[in-house]
C-alpha cells in the first residue's frame, strides 16, 4: 500500500546507487502529493534499460544521488487527483522516460514533449513544477505523474510485457514511422538486445526485410525466430553485400558509424539512438559525412506521448512483446553486469509486486 502522509506527501520505497559505483540499495524517500491532474501508481513491474546503466554510472554526466533509476513502468493506478478524467482507480497505466513538460510550447503542441525545454524526465530530472525536486524513476513502489503523461493500458494487457515497451519500445517504433519503413524497406538493425530486438520486431511487421549487426552469433537464431533475413557480425563492406535504406543504430558502446553509413543505399538513412557514454562517444567527421553524400544521418529520442499511446495499441494489437526475463530486486546487479559484459538476451524486468 502506498502511504499518504499528512502533508499529502507520498511515502515510497525504491532501489537505488548511492555513488557511480557502489551497489543498488533499498532506499526510502517521497514524492510529491497528488496534483489536480496526477495519479498515483502502483507499480507492478520496471524494465531495465542500458539508459539506467549509462546515467547510474555517470556515463552521461555526474548523476544526482542517491539515483533510482528506471523509465519502463506498468501498474495499477490507485489513486487520482480531482481533474484527472484519463484514469480511473483500478485501470492500468504506463509510465515513459518523461513525468511532465510545459504543455504550451511549439514541441508540446505537436506532442514531442521529449523535445519541450521544461520536459522533466523520469528520473535524475530537476522537476521544476515539483520545487525543483530530483525525480526518482521506476525501481521504486509507486510513481506520481501527471495523467498526460501516463499511457493507457488495458486490463488484459500483459505486464510484465507492456514495461518495456514504454522505452525500448517507442525509441524503436518512432525512427522506423519518421524513416517510412514500409513492405520492402531494407532496414540495419545495429546492436541486437532490449532496443534491437524491438526494432527488429517493428520493421518485420511493417514488412521491411531486415537484417542485424552484432558482436556475435549468441543470439542468431533468435534473430532468425523474430524474421530477420540476415544476421552479421561484421560490418566489413566486402562481407555485407546488400545495401540500406534505414539502419537504426542500438549500439551503447563505442564503435565506428561511418562504417554503416558506408552501408547505405543513395537516399538511405542512419538513425542513431544508442548514446555510448560521453568520453568514449564516437565522432562523425566532415570528410566521412561529405564522402558519403547523398545519405541522411540522424538522431531519435523516445518519442512523444500520442505516439507513445499509438506504439502501444499498436505492440498489443499485432502482439508484439518484448522478450523478457523476470528478475526480482536483489538481483538488479546481477542484471548490470549482465548488460555490460555481453551475458544478457535481451530485457529484465524487475518483478516490483512483492514490494507493494
Ligand atoms: P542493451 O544493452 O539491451 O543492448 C545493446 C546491444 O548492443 C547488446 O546486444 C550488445 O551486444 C550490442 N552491442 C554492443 N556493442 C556493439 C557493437 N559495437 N556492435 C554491435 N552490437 C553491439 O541496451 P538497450 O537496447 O537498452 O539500449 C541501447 C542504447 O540505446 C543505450 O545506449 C541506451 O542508452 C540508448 N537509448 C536511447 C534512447 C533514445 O531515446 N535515443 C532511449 C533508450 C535507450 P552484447 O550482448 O555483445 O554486449
Ligand atoms: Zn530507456
Given at each position: 500500500?502506498?502511504?499518504i502522509l499528512n502533508d499529502g506527501r507520498i511515502q515510497s520505497k525504491g532501489y537505488a546507487m548511492l555513488s557511480k559505483d557502489s551497489r543498488f540499495t533499498p532506499y526510502e524517500f517521497t514524492r510529491h502529493s497528488i496534483g489536480d491532474h496526477d495519479i498515483l501508481?502502483?507499480?507492478?513491474?520496471?524494465?531495465?534499460?542500458?539508459?539506467?546503466?549509462?546515467?547510474?554510472?555517470?556515463?552521461?554526466?555526474?548523476?544526482?544521488?542517491?539515483?533510482?533509476?528506471?523509465?519502463?513502468?506498468?501498474?495499477?493506478?490507485?489513486?487520482?487527483?480531482?481533474?484527472?478524467?484519463?484514469?480511473?482507480?483500478?485501470?492500468?497505466?504506463?509510465?515513459?522516460?518523461?513525468?511532465?513538460?510545459?504543455?504550451?510550447?511549439?514541441?508540446?503542441?505537436?506532442?514531442?514533449?521529449?523535445?519541450?525545454?521544461?520536459?522533466?524526465?523520469?528520473?535524475?530530472?530537476?522537476?521544476?513544477?515539483?520545487?525543483?525536486?530530483?525525480?526518482?524513476?521506476?525501481?521504486?513502489?509507486?510513481?506520481?505523474?501527471?495523467?498526460?503523461?501516463?499511457?493507457?493500458?488495458?486490463?488484459?494487457?500483459?505486464?510484465?510485457?507492456?514495461?518495456?515497451?514504454?522505452?525500448a519500445g517507442i525509441t524503436t517504433y518512432s525512427p522506423l514511422k519518421f524513416s517510412k519503413v514500409k513492405e520492402g524497406t531494407k532496414v540495419g538493425v545495429a546492436g541486437f538486445g532490449g532496443l534491437g530486438m524491438m526494432a527488429v520486431k517493428y520493421a518485420v511487421?511493417?514488412?521491411?526485410?531486415?537484417?542485424?549487426?552484432?558482436?556475435?552469433?549468441?543470439?542468431?537464431?533468435?534473430?532468425?525466430?523474430?524474421?530477420?533475413?540476415?544476421?552479421?557480425?561484421?560490418?566489413?563492406?566486402?562481407?555485407?553485400?546488400?545495401?540500406?535504406?534505414?539502419?537504426?543504430?542500438?549500439?551503447?558502446?563505442?564503435?565506428?558509424?561511418?562504417?554503416?553509413?558506408?552501408?547505405?543505399?543513395?537516399?538511405?538513412?542512419?538513425?542513431?539512438?544508442?548514446?555510448?557514454?560521453?568520453?568514449?562517444?564516437?565522432?562523425?567527421?566532415?570528410?566521412?559525412?561529405?564522402?558519403?553524400?547523398?545519405?541522411?544521418?540522424?538522431?531519435?529520442?523516445?518519442?512523444?506521448?500520442?505516439?507513445?499511446?499509438?506504439?502501444?495499441?499498436?505492440?498489443?494489437?499485432?502482439?508484439?512483446?518484448?522478450?523478457?526475463?523476470?528478475?526480482?530486486?536483489?538481483?538488479?546487479?546481477?542484471?548490470?553486469?549482465?548488460?555490460?559484459?555481453?551475458?544478457?538476451?535481451?530485457?529484465?524486468?524487475?518483478?516490483?509486486?512483492?514490494?507493494?
Amino acid at each position: 500500500m502506498s502511504k499518504i502522509l499528512n502533508d499529502g506527501r507520498i511515502q515510497s520505497k525504491g532501489y537505488a546507487m548511492l555513488s557511480k559505483d557502489s551497489r543498488f540499495t533499498p532506499y526510502e524517500f517521497t514524492r510529491h502529493s497528488i496534483g489536480d491532474h496526477d495519479i498515483l501508481i502502483k507499480i507492478l513491474y520496471a524494465g531495465i534499460c542500458h539508459s539506467d546503466i549509462h546515467t547510474a554510472r555517470s556515463e552521461w554526466g555526474e548523476a544526482v544521488y542517491p539515483c533510482v533509476p528506471g523509465h519502463e513502468i506498468a501498474g495499477e493506478v490507485v489513486a487520482v487527483g480531482k481533474k484527472v478524467s484519463k484514469f480511473k482507480v483500478g485501470d492500468y497505466a504506463g509510465v515513459g522516460c518523461m513525468v511532465n513538460s510545459c504543455g504550451e510550447c511549439e514541441t508540446c503542441k505537436i506532442s514531442q514533449e521529449q523535445f519541450c525545454q521544461k520536459a522533466v524526465f523520469t528520473y535524475n530530472s530537476v522537476d521544476i513544477y515539483h520545487g525543483n525536486e530530483n525525480t526518482y524513476g521506476g525501481y521504486s513502489n509507486n510513481i506520481v505523474v501527471s495523467e498526460r503523461f501516463a499511457i493507457c493500458v488495458p486490463k488484459d494487457a500483459p505486464m510484465e510485457k507492456v514495461a518495456p515497451l514504454l522505452c525500448a519500445g517507442i525509441t524503436t517504433y518512432s525512427p522506423l514511422k519518421f524513416s517510412k519503413v514500409k513492405e520492402g524497406t531494407k532496414v540495419g538493425v545495429a546492436g541486437f538486445g532490449g532496443l534491437g530486438m524491438m526494432a527488429v520486431k517493428y520493421a518485420v511487421k511493417m514488412g521491411a526485410k531486415v537484417s542485424v549487426f552484432a558482436r556475435n552469433e549468441n543470439k542468431k537464431a533468435e534473430a532468425l525466430q523474430m524474421g530477420v533475413s540476415e544476421f552479421y557480425t561484421s560490418t566489413d563492406k566486402n562481407l555485407v553485400k546488400e545495401r540500406f535504406d534505414l539502419i537504426l543504430s542500438t549500439i551503447p558502446t563505442p564503435y565506428n558509424p561511418v562504417e554503416y553509413m558506408e552501408l547505405l543505399k543513395f537516399g538511405g538513412e542512419l538513425s542513431i539512438v544508442g548514446l555510448p557514454p560521453y568520453e568514449v562517444a564516437p565522432k562523425i567527421s566532415v570528410i566521412d559525412i561529405v564522402y558519403n553524400a547523398g545519405k541522411k544521418v540522424y538522431g531519435s529520442m523516445i518519442g512523444g506521448i500520442a505516439e507513445t499511446q499509438e506504439m502501444l495499441d499498436f505492440s498489443l494489437k499485432h502482439k508484439i512483446y518484448p522478450e523478457t526475463e523476470l528478475i526480482q530486486v536483489h538481483e538488479i546487479d546481477k542484471a548490470y553486469e549482465n548488460l555490460t559484459s555481453g551475458k544478457a538476451k535481451f530485457r529484465y524486468v524487475i518483478d516490483m509486486t512483492k514490494e507493494n
